[in-house]
């Protein structure tokens, strides 16, 4: 018997806001089959291996790896910078994030040319713990608001934006960096023979 395809939202704040939470949640679920997925029909894993995960395929601009960084530091800085508005860390060149999140972010959000850090080294399951708790931080935010202050506009380099603005950009930014992971992970898999 199959699950009926249903939006639930999140419990705990406005319906609204649970709605929007419940589309990244279902966001970054998909984004985690690409490298962790699991035959329904047998139970087998699939995960990538370190090689793949780590390997800059031909003709590809970033690992899966760079990418899985990008989606969670930039996650980050959406929520501190732009729905918080806490001043940017220069020194680590990162986003005023809290304290305990800082020892799953030890790479700057850009380098200086404004492209993505190259990330290499770190484990599968460090960057499924690092997205974890990105996502905890950022909902645990946005629950406590109420729906006054989820529509409200913050003020940004760029312009206006509010929370419920940002959720759906980064849910639209993790489904386009979701093919790239898709496209990375399959040409380094297939250069490495596996």
Same mark, same amino acid.
């Given at each position: &018997?199959?699950?009926?395809?249903?939006?639930?939202?999140?419990?705990?704040?406005?319906? $609204?806001? @649970?709605?929007?939470?419940?589309?990244?949640?279902?966001?970054?679920?998909?984004?985690?089959?690409?490298?962790?997925?699991?035959?329904?029909?047998?139970?087998?894993?699939? $995960?990538?291996?370190?090689?793949? =995960?780590?390997?800059?395929?031909? *003709?590809?601009?970033?690992?899966?790896?760079?990418? =899985?960084?990008?989606?969670?530091?930039?996650? &980050?800085?959406?929520?501190?910078?732009? %729905? =918080? @508005?806490?001043?940017?860390?220069?020194?680590? &060149?990162?986003?005023? &994030?809290?304290?305990?999140?800082?020892?799953? /972010?030890?790479?700057?959000?850009?380098?200086?040319?404004?492209?993505?850090?190259?990330?290499? @080294?770190?484990?599968?399951?460090?960057? %499924?713990?690092?997205?974890?708790?990105?996502?905890?931080? /950022?909902?645990?935010?946005?629950?406590?608001?109420?729906?006054?202050? /989820?529509?409200?506009?913050?003020?940004?380099?760029?312009?206006?934006?509010?929370?419920?603005?940002?959720? $759906?950009? =980064?849910?639209? #930014?993790?489904?386009? #960096?979701?093919?790239? %992971?898709?496209?990375?992970?399959?040409?380094? $898999?297939?250069?490495? *023979?596996?």
């Amino acid at each position: &018997m199959s699950k009926t395809a249903a939006v639930e939202p999140a419990k705990g704040p406005p319906p $609204e806001i @649970g709605y929007s939470l419940w589309t990244l949640e279902e966001t970054r679920r998909r984004t985690l089959t690409y490298v962790t997925w699991t035959d329904p029909s047998s139970g087998q894993v699939d $995960e990538i291996s370190t090689e793949a =995960l780590d390997m800059l395929p031909d *003709g590809h601009r970033h690992s899966v790896a760079t990418l =899985l960084y990008h989606i969670a530091v930039f996650e &980050m800085d959406w929520l501190y910078t732009d %729905i =918080l @508005g806490r001043p940017e860390d220069e020194a680590r &060149m990162l986003p005023g &994030m809290d304290t305990e999140l800082l020892p799953y /972010f030890p790479h700057p959000i850009l380098l200086p040319d404004r492209s993505y850090t190259p990330v290499v @080294g770190e484990s599968l399951q460090t960057h %499924i713990d690092r997205l974890a708790a990105s996502r905890q931080a /950022f909902v645990r935010v946005l629950t406590g608001m109420d729906l006054d202050d /989820f529509r409200a506009p913050r003020p940004t380099q760029a312009g206006p934006v509010t929370p419920e603005w940002v959720i $759906e950009h =980064l849910s639209q #930014h993790e489904a386009e #960096h979701r093919g790239q %992971i898709w496209e990375a992970r399959m040409a380094a $898999e297939a250069e490495l *023979g596996k």
